[in-house]
């Protein structure tokens, strides 16, 4: 099918390429001309795993092309996907990008006498397609819709796994205004064999943010038992999350064999949820649920617990080192997990702020960013070996493969002091060398104030 996509952020090139790449023939669309020029040149503007490839072949077997003409490229397809950013304002979710784009579609949408599909990727509260969306789009082509078809199409992909994530999806979820829009869109997806959900546009929206809020809410669950932990002398996050998950409602035995859904990971201690999508959505569905007067207590808690994990890891450091002011200390890992460049809401970059503000001298390393491409941060180191040299400690912050797998034997002798903070449990610590003193997330540690345990002393680090 002749496809158009408008945005060539994460969802919008990756679901181009992609598109592209299963037959179809693709045009992305952007208002920004550099990206635009990039993007024919064969060159993603972020680092995502196996697009680049994917983007080439795109380009030179000629199923794909980038265009800042959206006009046209509408006039050309048969399907139009909306992919443009909804960054949040004051935790409500920022439309205006989609009404941009919509007005656009709307009034080439005019001039065509052609069935076609309008279905917005973006992720957008409830409601914003049959009303906002639709009303604009009805305004500028000057025909109902139903004269055009109208769906609401949320993209689930993972930053660092998003090809991936996108040719071989969980479920495909159509929102759809009427039969024929849901019938039409899922054309593009013949070829995928996965569940395909048809659904009202309400029922989509909401699907992206439930599955977001759910996500985050495992790992604000997982961090609020850590830090009980850490006040319990005796006990440690890992082995309870460890023990909690083998109940057959989370990990079925399926023939004889123990099943670990992937979600299990969530459950999972460390310095807290990060990116352009987990903060951003449980932000703006709260938002959306204060406006309607709906009490989102949950919510809220989630929110709030992972607002308190950065100045948790930093006391932890200050614990370990008695005192901040002046020590010398190892970033490892700055983006907001492994397998992306992105920054977006990184809680490592508040860990190097909270640092930076108690006169820490700090040094940071990333396998990958190179850049803080203006947020405030220190000058980026070329190597583990560099940011290492003469460290009071070490901080693990993104679980990079590189870092995990760091051979300690060699790194450990670099440093001033022989401190490891993980501050995700990425490391084994039987495995480190004697001499390091290992500090991971959600290990009883500080004396239980008063009591029996207390007076046992510290222990499980
Ligand atoms: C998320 C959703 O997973 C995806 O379905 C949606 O389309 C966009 O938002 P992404 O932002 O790429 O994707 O990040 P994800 O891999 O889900 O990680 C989010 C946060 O959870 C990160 O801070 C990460 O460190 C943490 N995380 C991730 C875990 O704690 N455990 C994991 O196994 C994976």
Known sequence: MRIAVTGTGYVGLVSGVCLAHVGH????VDNVPERVAAVNEGAPPFHEPGLSELLSSGLHEGRLRASTNLAAAVAASEVILIAVGTPSADGHIDLGAVEAAAREVGQSLAGCAEYKVVAVKSTVVPGTTDTLVRGILEQAAGKPAGAFGLCMNPEF???????????????????????????????????????????????????????????????????????????????????????????????????????????????????GFGGSCLPKDVAALRGFARERGVPTRLLEAVLEVNALRPAAIVAQIEEALGNLQGSRIAILGVSFKPGTDDLRESPALTILRLLADAGVKVRAYDPVVKTFAGAAGPTLCASLEE?????????????????????????????????????????????????????????????????????????GN
């Open 25 to 28: 023939e693709v045009i992305c």
């Open 157 to 271: 992909l993972r930053e660092g796994e998003a090809v991936r994530d996108f040719l071989n999806p969980d479920r495909i979820v159509i929102g759809q205004w009427d039969a024929n829009s849901g019938a039409q869109l899922a054309r593009i997806y013949e070829s995928f064999n996965c569940p395909k959900i048809f659904t009202g546009l309400r029922n989509a929206e909401l699907t992206k943010y439930a599955s977001n809020a759910l996500l985050a809410t495992l790992i604000s669950f997982s961090n609020e038992m850590a830090g009980l932990c850490e006040a319990t002398p005796g006990t440690d996050i890992a082995e309870v999350l460890a023990a909690l998950v083998l109940d057959r409602r989370w990990s079925p035995v399926v023939d004889g064999a123990r099943v670990r859904p992937e979600i299990l990971t969530y459950l999972r201690a460390g310095c």
């Open 387 to 459: 940011a290492l040299d003469g460290a009071d400690a070490a901080v693990v912050v993104t679980p990079w493969p590189e870092i995990v797998a760091a051979d300690w034997r060699v790194l450990a002798p670099r440093m001033r002091n022989r401190v490891i903070v993980d501050a995700r449990n990425g490391l084994d610590a039987a495995a480190l060398p004697d001499g390091i003193r290992y500090l991971g997330i959600g290990r009883g540690r500080r004396p239980w104030r008063g009591d029996e345990l207390g007076k046992s002393g510290t222990q």
